[in-house]
């Protein structure tokens, strides 16, 4: 069975603070990984690709163990607009298809 | 910017009734895809779509649903009789590539059904 497992948090922090979620999945024959943004009623948007060096899109650092099988995401320097829910995507490869698997996401709140 | 973009907004139908869920995908992608989000739940891959056919389907998209694109620009999913557990937000997704990184949601369709 392909698992991919998030804490749903919420995870409460001020503006400012420096936020870190985790996101692990069950299948190492996964080929690519994402982090996407959800807002509340709305639809799943791209935030950044994870590729086994790390990368890094301004305050948002993303990082892969391909060995313990997890995915992070760090956020620093957190804003209000940052509040939403931070969906993990895992593909894997099927018969020349991929098969994207979605976890239930981590909801972030940034308080004044 | 181009955008995926989906009709109707919400749907209330009742048990039993056939719906037809209507997505227009970004006019250059060749990908498509639909995905279903129970409310307080994860995001469900339904279904792939490439070169009119359907290139992978997940467990839930069993013989009631069906897609279809009939023209070069929509691209539908149907539900020939829908069930209390259909409830939820449907959402399209299109591409230029595979890889779901690449993929622009639509803003979904709310289905209820009564």
Not at chain 1, 36 to 62: H, I, W
Not at chain 1, 74 to 100: E, M
Not at chain 2, 91 to 103: D, L
Request: glycine share 6%.
């Amino acid at each position: 069975r392909k698992e991919v497992e998030q804490d749903p948090g919420p995870f409460n922090v001020p503006e400012g603070a420096t936020v870190a979620f985790n996101c692990t999945y069950s299948n190492s024959a996964s080929q690519s990984f994402f982090w996407y943004r959800q807002d509340c009623r709305k639809e799943p948007k791209l935030l950044m690709s994870v590729y086994s060096s790390g990368n890094e899109d301004g305050r948002f650092t993303a990082q892969l163990n391909r060995a313990s099988q997890y995915i992070s995401l760090l956020i620093r320097d957190s804003k209000l607009s940052d509040s939403a829910t931070y969906l993990c995507v895992v593909n894997w490869v099927s018969g020349g298809s991929y098969i994207p698997t979605f976890g239930r996401g981590t909801s972030l709140i940034v308080h004044p | 910017e181009p955008e995926v973009t989906q009709t109707p907004s919400h749907q209330v139908t009742q048990m039993g009734q056939e719906v037809i869920l209507r997505c227009v995908p970004i006019s250059n992608h060749l990908y498509f895809y639909w995905y279903r989000q129970i409310l307080g739940q994860k995001v469900e891959f339904l279904v792939s779509f490439y070169n009119n056919e359907i290139s992978e389907k997940s467990e839930i998209f069993d013989d009631q649903f069906s897609v279809e694109r009939p023209d070069g620009s929509n691209f539908t999913l149907k539900i020939r009789s829908t069930k209390l557990e259909d409830s939820a937000m449907y959402f399209c997704a299109s591409s230029e590539a595979r890889a779901v990184g690449t993929q622009y949601f639509g803003p979904g369709t709310r289905l209820l059904v009564l």
